[in-house]
Structures are given as structure tokens and as C-alpha cells.
């Protein structure tokens, strides 16, 4: 079974920048992966994916411009780069990954991202 795990968060000032990566315990070129975050208090929403044919990413609006998914299917990895981050953007960010057409799987325990001076 896919599993995933999320690194690379921690603690920023406004308007920094941090990359988050999705590393995969086995090949997942196949798959769609999206990145995911959960504030304290709200539901966990999709803000980021990466189609698995093509490369072709999709962004939630509050993020839109300002952060960049990429793949790197040789290093079984999805990275999410976050520039100009704000403190609204504060939360656990999580990765998941499905088939086209299929529920996102393979959750990992999340990264915590903190956006304050």
C-alpha cells in the first residue's frame, strides 16, 4: 500500500518562503497528488495538484500565485514551494495521492507550517 510522507515545514516570518516535499514508498508516476492543509478549527481542503500525465497543476484561489507544485517521479517526490506566505497559511499541510477519478489515499502524519513574526 502507497505510503506518503510530508517534510519540510516549520516556522517563517510573512512574505517567506519554504518548500515542502512528498516522498512516496513506492513508484507513484501513475497517480494525481495533491497537497492538502488544515487549519486549526476548519475542514482540510485541497490547494494544490499535480496531474499525473503532463505535469499539469491546479491551485486553490487562496494560494494561487504563490505556490508552485512540481513532481520528481525518478525521486518518487512532490514538492510544494510556498513563496509570500501570509499567516492565514498557517496550518498542517498534507499530501495525498489517487487514480484519475478515484478518492485521494496514501495520507501521511502532515507537516506543520507557522506563518507569524
Known amino acids: 500500500q502507497l505510503q506518503l510522507a510530508e517534510s519540510g515545514g516549520g516556522l517563517v516570518q510573512p512574505g517567506g518562503s519554504l518548500r515542502l516535499s512528498c516522498t512516496a514508498s513506492?513508484?507513484?508516476?501513475?497517480?494525481?497528488v495533491g497537497w492538502f492543509r488544515q487549519a486549526p478549527g476548519k475542514d482540510r481542503g485541497l490547494i494544490a495538484s499535480?496531474?499525473?500525465?503532463?505535469?499539469?497543476?491546479r491551485y486553490a484561489d487562496s494560494v494561487k500565485g504563490r505556490f508552485t507544485i512540481s513532481r520528481d517521479n525518478p525521486k518518487k517526490a512532490v514538492y510544494l514551494q510556498m513563496n509570500s506566505l501570509k499567516p492565514e497559511d498557517t496550518a498542517v499541510y498534507y499530501c495525498?495521492?489517487?487514480?484519475?477519478?478515484?478518492?485521494?489515499?496514501?495520507w501521511g502524519q502532515g507537516t506543520q507550517v507557522t506563518v507569524s513574526s
Open positions: 499535480i496531474s499525473n500525465i503532463g505535469g499539469i497543476s
Open positions: 513506492e513508484d507513484f508516476s501513475s497517480l494525481v
Open positions: 495525498a495521492a489517487k487514480r484519475p477519478g478515484w478518492d485521494y489515499d496514501g
